[in-house]
């Protein structure tokens, strides 16, 4: 079974940067998408990106095209979400995901704490 640790969250003001990190406990298979989602207080949980273990295709929500980059270390079994330009409307818990499918989440870590300030 896989486990997965989020990591990197913080307190930034608009404009700036924050790079989180999702570390999985236990064997990633070629099969595997690493996902990471948002959820805001009051809201339904939302895609942001994700990027497939067994090559480099990366996905991306609209809303973040541009200003997010998803990348990952095999070696380190982790996948990372640097986020630039960060806007208000971007706080938000982020979770990391696994699945076989972008978009989705069949495993979950507890999640990391965003909160921009304008």
């Known amino acids: 079974q896989v486990e997965l640790l989020e990591s990197g969250g913080g307190t930034v003001q608009a404009g700036d940067s924050l790079t989180l990190s999702c570390v999985a406990s236990?064997?990633?298979?070629?099969?595997?998408?690493l996902n990471w989602f948002r959820q805001a207080p009051g809201k339904e949980r939302q895609f942001v990106s994700a990027i497939r273990w067994s090559d480099d295709r990366r996905y991306y929500a609209d809303s973040v095209k541009g200003r997010f980059f998803i990348s990952k270390d095999k070696g380190a079994n982790t996948v990372y979400l640097q986020m630039t330009n960060l806007k208000p409307e971007d706080s938000a818990i982020y979770f990391c995901?696994?699945?076989?499918?972008?978009?989705?989440?069949?495993?979950w870590g507890q999640g990391t704490q965003v909160t921009v300030s304008s």
């Open positions: 995901a696994r699945s076989i499918n972008i978009g989705e989440g069949r495993s």
């Open positions: 236990g064997r990633l298979y070629s099969s595997h998408v």
